[in-house]
């Protein structure tokens, strides 16, 4: 029986670092040490090559200003890559300034944070958890998920937060978030399963498995509880937009696309409404903050995804585009991407043909190389 070990999803995390000073090389390990595991290097073109060879590798811190390869040629050679594992990892940028200007630059390139030279280890700590963690790789979340629908035991189980305690947290979390001006995020799951006469509640098992999965992902700052019979809701933090969605689309990609043992032909859509405090502005003040809005507000977007058969995220964007009877924007369509090569591989080995051929075309161009030398290799008869 899978205890807590073998399913918690990030278990010292492996962090490169890239930068040519030994020094500040050393006062990053410094800071993350015995949270995360690291490698270390000392340019552009050492960390690309380091990426390429090691798979485990969940988050890159790199400066800017390095020889061979600078940190947004490594940037732009992560983002432009053909492998999803290294073209969705999460970088963070570190700078000697905090300007804003090149703040927005970074952010351009493909940044995901930018930490300045004098962080402080309980900061940088936050930052790394966020996209180790709450990033996490939708495979191992679609991994996880099966695993616990196939049978957890109820000494293994962890217990959510009652939805009188998510208010709680969360209404704590708010208004803290006003009062430092920090980022404060609502997520609302709800799950259905499709069917020809409709769309009908999924079975119990599997819903508990989602929870459970949950709970196990997100960080030890966050809440998460069951508020309906197919619906969690999740408040975080201290978080930036772009990590909180991204979680929310992985989630909800890995839901959809999870192979559920003992539910065979099961189709489940996982929409996710997303409301952020960020979306208001700085005008905190003329607005309605209460939880019970802003949950609300999520719910709402939440069963709009569910009407129109979504499994993703629908935020503000996506509400305006599903009233207008408009296309989603463009950057959404894609937002819950397949399983990647490992899980296919997994798949293939426990004979799920079928599901490996519905997904097998994404991968073509990516193999076909590999499978060409395979082939020039072969002794000719």
């Known amino acids: 029986m899978p205890t807590n070990d073998t399913l918690d999803l990030a278990i010292k995390p492996r962090v490169l670092i890239a930068d040519d000073s030994r020094i500040v090389r050393a006062t990053l390990i410094k ?6 595991d690291f490698k270390e290097a000392l340019d552009g073109e050492q960390a690309w090559e380091t990426l390429l060879l090691d798979p485990t590798i969940r988050v890159v811190i790199t400066d800017l200003t390095m020889p061979k390869l600078d940190g947004y040629g490594l940037l732009q050679r992560i983002r432009n890559s053909k492998v999803a594992r290294i073209r969705n990892i999460p970088v963070i940028v570190v700078s000697g300034s905090d300007e804003q200007e090149e703040r927005d630059r970074a952010k351009a390139a493909g940044a995901n944070d930018l930490i300045t030279k004098g962080i402080g280890t309980a900061q940088l700590l936050s930052r790394l ?22 049978g957890v035991s ?31 995020v609502i997520l609302d799951v709800c799950i259905c399963m499709r069917k020809e006469e409709g769309n009908v509640a999924p079975p119990s098992d599997v819903i508990a498995a989602i929870g459970q999965l949950l709970q196990r992902t997100v960080r030890q700052t966050d809440c998460v509880a069951r508020t309906g019979a197919a619906e969690y809701t999740l408040a975080t933090g201290t978080i930036q937009f772009d990590a909180a969605r991204v979680f929310a689309q992985r989630v909800c990609g890995a839901i959809a696309n999870a192979d559920l043992a003992g539910h065979p032909g099961v189709t489940l859509i996982a929409s996710c409404g997303m409301v952020a405090l960020s979306e208001f502005g700085n005008d905190t003040t003329t607005m309605t903050t209460s939880l019970e809005t802003l949950h609300e507000l999520a719910r709402r977007r939440a069963a709009m995804g569910l009407k129109h058969g979504i499994s993703g995220v629908v935020g503000s964007d996506e509400e305006i585009a599903l009233r207008a009877g408009k296309p989603l924007p463009a950057a959404r369509i894609d937002s819950c991407p397949g399983p990647d090569l490992p899980t296919l591989l997994q798949w293939l080995r426990e004979g799920k043909k079928k599901q490996v051929l519905a997904h097998v075309e994404k991968y073509s161009a990516e193999l076909r190389p590999l499978l060409e030398l395979l082939l020039s290799n072969q002794p000719k008869r």
Do not use: W, Y
């Open 129 to 150: 958890d966020v996209l180790s963690k709450l990033v996490s790789s939708q495979s191992e979340f679609e991994r996880g998920l099966e695993t616990l629908v196939k």
């Open 154 to 184: 109820e000494a293994s189980q962890l217990q959510l937060s009652t939805p009188e305690s998510l208010v709680m947290q969360a209404s704590t979390m708010l208004a803290n978030s006003i009062r430092q001006g920090k980022n404060f």
């Open 31 to 36: 800071h993350i040490e015995g949270m995360f």
